[in-house]
């Protein structure tokens, strides 16, 4: 995977009202994030909104061969944006959005999203991402959890380097390098 096609990845995270209309842009403040994750604790999950943000971020990309949600501190990359970036008005539309996806949680027999069996998990999400249009509620913040799920992921230092494999500088002229002319 190159560059180019992350950024066509991060088309949807694009989408979200506080983050930068320009691809370049946008890059750059995701890098400029990462390298202060180790300096800032959560400041606007409480540990339940925590526990909820990493389960989901983890189901969208999951631990595999290749590092997963969690393993890049996507859980708080978003905690900071939201802190940092997001107006008080997307934020309480973010937090009354989580709330609401534990109530729905809630209806289906566990206290809590975290405590819902595997395929209700994924059931519920399936229908939170079908409603990721709307203006409020559990859709409106699945659906910005994904972007910036999705925005979080590749714009850290390890998918960058270890996944996408991005070489900033050549290792030098390779002059005898076979050439096949195309016909």
Do not use: C
């Amino acid at each position: 995977m190159r560059r180019r096609e992350a950024v066509q990845f991060l088309g949807v995270a694009l989408a979200l009202p506080f983050l930068p209309r320009s691809a370049r842009a946008a890059i750059e403040l995701g890098e400029q994030i990462h390298r202060r994750l180790g300096d800032v604790p959560f400041r606007t999950f409480n540990s339940d909104q925590q526990k909820l943000v990493t389960t989901i971020a983890e189901m969208i990309i999951p631990e595999t061969d290749t590092p997963g949600a969690t393993s890049v501190r996507v859980p708080e990359f978003i905690d900071l944006i939201l802190t940092e970036w997001a107006n008080d008005e997307e934020r309480a539309l973010f937090l009354a959005g989580l709330k609401d996806i534990d109530t729905r949680a809630a209806a289906l027999g566990a206290p809590t999203f975290v405590d819902l069996p595997s395929e209700k998990k994924v059931a519920l999400l399936t229908a939170l991402d079908a409603a990721r249009a709307d203006k409020e509620g559990a859709g409106l913040a699945f659906g910005r959890l994904k972007g910036l799920t999705v925005y979080g992921y590749f714009t850290s230092k390890v998918v960058d380097t270890d996944i996408l494999k991005t070489q900033m500088f050549f290792n030098g002229y390779q002059g005898n390098v076979p050439f096949t002319p195309a016909v």
